[in-house]
């Protein structure tokens, strides 16, 4: 009724005569609208789909944004009629009319906040050095208020992909966003700028894990190397809630990441735009003896201040709702002490003590089947038989429930039949890096395979099943011969598909074979992975498919896996079930591959560690008597052959490890 009388009052109106056609059709529509649309269905929809508006639509208006960003300066740039004193400055016009906008965009949706500016030089160069979010918001917005607040301009070092995206390449060079170098980067900061740089890229930003804010930055040097070039301070740099307002979806993380690493197309998506609070903290300038110290202790110094400020600003594990209720709650003082976070935080490198391995501590969380009554034994009966992550059974059981069992079923087995379909063709290979996996042991829970290796050498071997004659000979000796392995600093971790509970009281066994009596106790000088979902074998190629257990479900091979402190695989053998392992032989392997990773030696057949190597053909002559030999061309013997090639080259001595 009131809708009536406004259109009505429209129409009394006296309109001015150019006007009156367009008033009419306008009111013409309103009325159609009134009588035809119904309005109490399009608020139904609106309540529908509201969810699905903030979680999709949003970022899609965000790019949007951008866009209009884009032109805007393009506008700018083609203003002729801008007054003489712009005419050489108005991009400074574009960067401040927009860093306002995003200033305002910072505030509103986020109630971003800015703690630490006063440490930012109002003069002079510094390198921002941060922890990179799914995506870099709090960079924007970093950016604004350097601009506004210290008339400043921040420049960034970004992923080469998003020069190639259409339209971004004006609006890259308008905020100093370049691919830079390490001479280009170095080069900017002696000229004095503000540099900022994300050492974990693209890679840190799509998988690293919200639960943990783990670092991923690998083995990157260039950015410490910018920082002793410029002999420049670095101020640290970390965002809480920066993996909460975007997030890449679980589900997929792993296979998205493998597809990255193989072609460094970031092909995850990425969805949110959760208005959580967003504050950056800018840490005290980082100065460094520039002339003694070495890239990686560069990175080491600066990894461990940005763990440090994880540990103090982000609550863990991550929570978008939490982050949201941050909005409005006022800032409590972090319990470090409570069981979970400080296991987190442990995980994560920033303990109650300070870290000093510079490893990849990267912890992914196991879900349990929350939801699942434990009656339900013919569920989980029937799960243990598949290989699903906990996760995703969880996704599927949600949306089909107990009702749904027979479909249920079927697309689980689906899964199934789709992974022994990938792990069969996508087995590790040498040289390959080892996923950050979460296990259970015999002894301990929730295990990170990285942060468990450190920074040592690894030998993961699996064995087919629990009480069984070979595996029990095989483990017993693997007993006696641990500190061997120990003094070689291999860590050791014994996989099979059996759980911990049976690894546990198998143990007693592999004890009295080793001790040659009954009365013994479960612990072994190593962890035995109960690996029941077959996840962590099936990705690594350790699934038989000859040997299978009474249920017809196929058992761990007898494989082993040597990797180096760099997580990659250095060796990989495989033994058939009936043939048990001379773990002599392993410990020689062991040997040669790290002796291989010192210099650039081979060992011929049958070496043993403190006999003669050979030199490796791709090296000249005069660098094998120089690195190998130690300037004395005589401890190189050179084996003549019919062929008359000079490439089988004998080694005498160690001073190959002395150079």
């Known amino acids: 009724m009131a809708i009536s009388e406004w259109i009505q009052a429209l129409q009394d109106v006296a309109w001015p005569g150019f006007l009156q056609p367009h008033v009419e059709v306008l009111l013409l529509w309103i009325t159609w609208a009134v009588d035809y649309i119904d309005l109490d269905y399009l608020e139904y929809l609106l309540w529908l789909l509201l969810p699905f508006f903030i979680l999709f639509i949003f970022p899609i208006f965000l790019v949007l944004f951008i866009y209009g960003c884009v032109i805007f300066v393009h506008i700018y740039g083609h203003r002729h009629q801008i007054r003489e004193a712009y005419h050489t400055s108005y991009w400074e016009g574009a960067r401040v009319a927009i860093a306002s906008f995003w200033d305002g965009v910072g505030n509103v949706w986020h109630g971003y906040e800015l703690k630490g500016i006063e440490n930012v030089p109002d003069e002079g160069s510094a390198l921002f050095i941060y ?115 975007f997030r890449t979806p679980e589900w997929g993380r792993s296979f998205f990441r493998w597809i990255y690493e193989k072609t460094k197309i970031p092909l995850c998506p990425i969805y949110g735009g959760f208005p959580v609070k967003m504050i950056t903290h800018l840490g005290k300038p980082i100065y460094f003896d520039f002339d003694t110290v070495t890239p990686e202790e560069v990175r080491k110094t600066v990894k461990r201040e940005i763990r440090s400020m994880i540990k103090e600003h982000q609550r863990l594990p991550g929570s978008v709702w939490q982050g949201i209720a941050q909005r409005w709650s006022a800032p409590s003082k972090k319990k470090t002490d409570e069981p979970e976070q400080a296991e987190l935080l442990q995980r994560n490198g ?164 080793v001790k040659g009596c009954l009365s013994v106790g479960h612990h072994l000088p190593f962890e035995i992975i109960a690996d029941t979902d077959r996840s962590i074998c099936t990705e690594l190629g350790m699934i038989d498919p000859d040997e299978v257990n009474s249920q017809g479900i196929c058992l761990s091979a007898r494989a082993v896996m040597l990797f180096g402190p ?53 090296l000249s002559q005069e660098r094998v008597v120089e690195e190998l030999c130690g300037g004395d061309p005589d401890k190189c013997k050179i084996v003549p052959l019919p062929s008359g090639k000079r490439y089988l080259r004998v080694i005498e001595g160690d001073a190959y490890l002395k150079s």
């Not at 170095?186 to 000229?191: H, I, S, V």
């Open 566 to 618: 760099d997580r990659k695989l250095k060796s990989k053998i495989l033994y058939p079930a009936t043939f048990g392992r001379n773990f002599v032989e392993i410990l020689r392997m062991v040997d040669g591959v790290q002796l291989g990773s010192k210099a650039p030696v081979a060992t011929p057949a049958n070496w043993t560690s403190g006999k003669n190597v050979i030199a490796q053909p791709s």
């Open 131 to 245: 922890y990179h979010g799914c995506l870099p918001l709090d960079v924007y917005y970093l950016i604004s208020k350097l601009v506004i607040h210290k008339n400043r301009s921040l420049h960034c070092v970004g992923d080469k992909f998003i020069f190639k995206i259409p339209g971004w390449r004006p609006l890259c060079k308008l905020f100093s966003i370049t691919a830079g170098t390490v001479e280009e980067c170095t080069e900017e900061l002696k000229e004095g700028n503000l540099l900022c740089i994300a050492p974990g890229g693209v890679r840190e930003a799509l998988f690293s894990d919200p639960n943990v804010y783990d670092i991923l930055w690998g083995k990157r040097l260039g950015f410490a190397k910018v920082i002793i070039g410029s002999k420049t301070p670095v101020i640290p740099m970390f965002t809480e809630n920066c993996r909460e307002s």
């Open 350 to 513: 920033a303990g109650t003590t300070s870290p000093t391995s510079d490893s990849e501590d990267v912890v992914v969380l196991r879900r349990e089947r929350s939801g699942i009554d434990n009656d339900d034994a013919e569920i989980d009966e029937f799960l243990d038989n598949f290989i699903l992550t906990d996760s995703l059974q969880m996704r599927l059981w949600c949306c089909l429930g107990n009702q749904n069992l027979f479909f249920y079923a079927i697309i689980v087995r689906f899964f199934k039949s789709l992974f022994c379909f990938i792990s069969t063709r996508f087995t590790m290979k040498l040289g390959d890096t080892v996923p950050n996996f979460t296990f259970d042991t015999d002894l301990r829970k929730d295990q990170s395979l990285h942060s468990y290796i450190g920074d040592n050498w690894l030998m993961l071997f699996s064995h087919p099943a629990d009480f069984t004659p070979v595996c029990t000979t095989e483990l017993a000796e693997l007993v006696k011969l641990a500190p061997e392995f120990s003094m070689r600093h291999v860590e050791i971790l014994a996989i099979s598909i059996d759980s911990s509970e049976t690894h546990r009281a198998w143990a007693k066994d592999i004890n009295a074979v």
